[in-house]
């Protein structure tokens, strides 16, 4: 079964910082889909960014990129230039066969003004 | 993008009575929701998965006649929760896969209700 780990609870940045948010995952599969999720103070679930595995080029989203090492199985989430909005939970996600995500523990991320 | 409605957004109600909440997918059709659970600070939970005109597959230990899940139409999925008590208080999220134009491998989340019991 496919597991998903995100081993940073909490994490802290200055405002205009770049911030880096871990998540490592475990599959047999080849083919598959990864997401990051943002979950504002409204809980309200927003998709930031979204890998597809067969491709090797690492996805891009404004100021939000991620580290998508195949190999390592490792997912990890840039976020340059950070903005007090960004300050959320954030849930790495892994789309199983069955169209089901797996989903990390997720990662505080504070934004210090 | 793909927009998914949940009402209500926040109910309360007495312990033994029962709750329905509704999802509703406004511009696509969802063959497939997926209904999660989230304590506070914690990840979603997966309860069960909805099809439109057939059972709903349950999560492991999720009870079925607890939660009790209808996806009568292409737009619509509903979760009642029958006899509800205290325990049964968490934040209550649906989601679907994007059809007809959007992307199939990606989720739309409604915006969730909170479900107090007291």
């Known amino acids: 079964a496919q597991t998903v780990t995100q081993s940073q609870p909490e994490m802290s940045v200055q405002e205009a910082e770049t911030v880096t948010l871990s998540c490592t995952y475990d599959?047999?599969?080849?083919?598959?889909?990864l997401f990051w999720y943002k979950q504002p103070p409204s809980r309200q679930m927003i998709l930031v960014i979204r890998q597809e595995a067969y491709k090797q080029q690492n996805a891009t989203e404004n100021r939000f990129s991620v580290n998508f090492q195949k190999a390592a199985k490792s997912f990890s989430l840039k976020i340059s230039d950070s903005q007090l909005g960004d300050a959320a939970m954030y849930f790495c996600a892994y789309l199983d066969s069955n169209y089901q995500l797996i989903w990390g523990a997720g990662t505080k991320l504070i934004i210090k003004p | 993008g793909a927009v998914v409605s949940q009402h209500p957004s926040r109910v309360i109600c007495k312990s033994g009575t029962s709750v329905k909440i509704e999802c509703r997918s406004l511009?696509?059709?969802?063959?497939?929701m997926f209904w999660y659970r989230q304590f506070p600070k914690q990840s979603l939970m997966l309860m069960a998965t909805s099809n439109e005109g057939s059972k709903a597959t349950y999560e492991q230990g999720v009870e079925k006649d607890k939660f009790l899940i209808n996806h009568a139409s292409l737009t619509l999925s509903t979760l009642t929760v029958t006899s509800a008590h205290p325990e049964d208080s968490s934040f209550y999220i649906c989601?679907?896969?994007?059809?007809?134009?959007?992307?199939?491998?990606?989720?739309?989340f409604g915006p969730g209700t909170r479900l107090t019991v007291l």
């Open positions: 989601s679907a896969p994007g059809l007809a134009g959007y992307r199939t491998d990606t989720q739309y």
């Open positions: 599959t047999s599969e080849s083919d598959y889909y």
């Open positions: 511009d696509f059709q969802a063959t497939t």
